[in-house]
């Protein structure tokens, strides 16, 4: 790998610049696959862990305590936190009107929306690498191609030996975009299941936490 960087080095200002780009963005990338993929990971086993906790309290007070242990990432307390705020919501106010299953889905909803966009985090970096890196390595390639093609018009001669070594410099350009390139498109698929599986949970959670606290102000009634 340090021999391909040292060919694309040895190019000028333009082949170093597409260079250091391509290497911005594969550090870029794999600090982000590294950090989602260790978060992730235990946000799945989290989530599983303190609903579970959450259905085993004997009252909302004791889940919330559940769930401040279980639940050290922030993932599902926020849910009963926010369903929790409709009842010191102001009356004769917005955030009072309708009933409360109508109150619940709202600040439900919103709460899940925030959760999730703390998950989705570093995914449009990755898609973005994805997209763009291999176009980045084409342009060094291309570059580096016109500039081969440059010196041989200015010689007026042409000798395969004087294209082949700055042609395949150029090219190593492309495979250094794939190369970085890859690895984020397969990170953004597997990270955005895990991601889907982990919104599934949660939705599922918000729902049946709505059905219960509904049920608690039937009663209640």
């Given amino acids: 790998m340090g021999g391909v960087w040292q060919t694309i080095w040895q190019g000028d200002a333009v082949s170093r610049g597409v260079a250091l780009l391509l290497l911005a963005m594969s550090v870029a990338s794999w600090v982000v696959i ?12 989290d989530v599983q862990t303190s609903t579970a906790a959450f259905w085993q309290a004997g009252y909302l007070d004791e889940a919330q305590q559940r769930l401040k242990t279980f639940d050290p990432r922030r993932l599902v307390l926020p849910l009963l936190e926010a369903a929790r705020t409709i009842e010191q919501a102001a009356p004769q106010t917005l955030a009072a009107a309708g009933d409360r299953s109508q109150q619940l889905t709202r600040v439900l909803r919103d709460a899940l929306h925030r959760v999730l966009h703390r998950l989705q985090f570093g995914q449009v970096l990755l898609a973005t690498v994805g997209s763009t890196a291999p176009f980045v390595g084409l342009l ?30 150029a090219l190593v350009m492309t495979a250094a975009g794939l190369a970085v390139a890859i690895p984020a498109v397969l990170a953004y698929n597997v990270l955005g299941r895990q991601i889907v599986r982990i919104e599934a949970d949660l939705e599922g959670f918000a729902r049946d936490l709505r059905e219960l606290l509904v049920h608690h102000q039937e009663r209640a009634q």
Avoid at 34 to 45: C, D, I
Avoid at 141 to 168: C, M, N
């Fill in 34 to 45: 590294l950090w989602k993929g260790w978060l992730l990971r235990r946000a799945v086993r």
């Fill in 140 to 169: 060094g390639t291309v570059w580096g191609i016109y500039h081969a093609l440059t010196e041989i018009g200015i010689d007026g001669k042409f000798r395969i030996e004087q294209v082949s070594g700055p042609v395949g410099e």
